[in-house]
């Protein structure tokens, strides 16, 4: 009887991002589409509840080209597009949001688990610690360790280029709260000069 290759390979970082978590959990949200991130070319959310504890739970479904060489894809036969299932955790009181996703597509013969983690940074004020872990598994392959590595590699450049699209969207969302502000600056002095005129003319009331 041949035995099936099995090997596991674990991926892990830290990032640092300089502003609040209830900002960096927004743009968590609101990550894709992304100049930064082109290889995500589609998301849908399949369910989301509020649980007895107010957490908020999202279920989505992410399409993802894999971003591997094109040998790679060769080999093992993939589809160039990847579908994602991603399972995601609110927890406003605590201010955590986390994020837990597995691949649907050729999962018989790689499962890449990934989970994400945002927190308030326990020691720099209005800062968000994200920690991120992968476990990338290949079966049944030879140089399944070999490949295992490219995979990790990949995902690292991936991180990466996640965290410029995380600034971003940010940058985005601070833009659009100015914005917001200066409109609602300008209604209410708009909204005064109004005033000011039926006071100083009553023959126009």
Same mark, same amino acid.
């Given at each position: 009887?041949?035995?099936?290759?099995?090997?596991?390979?674990?991926?892990? $970082? /830290?990032?640092?991002?300089?502003? %609040?978590? @209830?900002?960096?959990?927004?743009?968590?949200?609101?990550?894709?589409?992304?100049?930064?991130?082109? $290889?995500?070319?589609? =998301?849908?959310?399949? /369910?989301?509840?509020?649980?007895? *504890?107010?957490?908020?739970?999202?279920?989505? +479904?992410?399409?993802?080209?894999?971003?591997?060489?094109?040998?790679?894809?060769? !080999?093992?036969?993939? &589809? %160039?597009?990847?579908?994602?299932?991603?399972?995601?955790?609110?927890?406003?009181?605590?201010?955590?949001?986390?994020?837990?996703?597995?691949? !649907?597509?050729?999962?018989?013969?790689?499962?890449?688990?990934?989970?994400?983690?945002?927190?308030?940074? %326990?020691?720099?004020?209005?800062?968000?610690? !994200?920690?991120?872990?992968?476990?990338?598994? +290949?079966?049944?392959? $030879?140089?399944?360790?070999?490949?295992?590595?490219?995979? *990790?590699?990949?995902?690292? $450049?991936?991180? &990466?280029?996640?965290?410029?699209?995380?600034?971003?969207?940010?940058?985005?969302? &601070? *833009? @659009? =709260?100015?914005?917001?502000?200066? *409109?609602?600056?300008?209604? +209410?002095?708009?909204?005064? #000069?109004?005033?000011? #005129?039926?006071?100083?003319?009553?023959?126009?009331?």
């Amino acid at each position: 009887m041949k035995l099936k290759l099995l090997t596991m390979k674990i991926w892990s $970082s /830290e990032h640092v991002f300089y502003h %609040p978590w @209830e900002t960096v959990s927004q743009a968590a949200w609101r990550k894709y589409p992304n100049p930064m991130n082109p $290889s995500v070319i589609g =998301v849908d959310v399949v /369910e989301r509840s509020v649980l007895p *504890t107010g957490k908020i739970v999202s279920d989505r +479904i992410l399409t993802t080209e894999w971003g591997l060489p094109g040998w790679v894809v060769s !080999l093992v036969g993939m &589809n %160039p597009t990847c579908h994602v299932k991603e399972k995601s955790e609110v927890d406003i009181e605590n201010k955590t949001l986390t994020l837990n996703s597995v691949n !649907l597509t050729l999962k018989n013969l790689i499962t890449i688990d990934e989970k994400l983690v945002y927190m308030p940074h %326990p020691t720099i004020k209005d800062a968000t610690m !994200l920690k991120q872990e992968a476990a990338v598994q +290949i079966n049944g392959l $030879s140089l399944s360790s070999y490949l295992e590595g490219i995979v *990790t590699t990949t995902m690292a $450049s991936n991180a &990466n280029k996640g965290r410029e699209a995380m600034e971003w969207v940010i940058d985005t969302i &601070n *833009t @659009e =709260v100015k914005e917001l502000a200066s *409109t609602a600056k300008k209604g +209410i002095t708009e909204l005064r #000069t109004k005033i000011d #005129t039926l006071d100083l003319n009553p023959s126009i009331r």
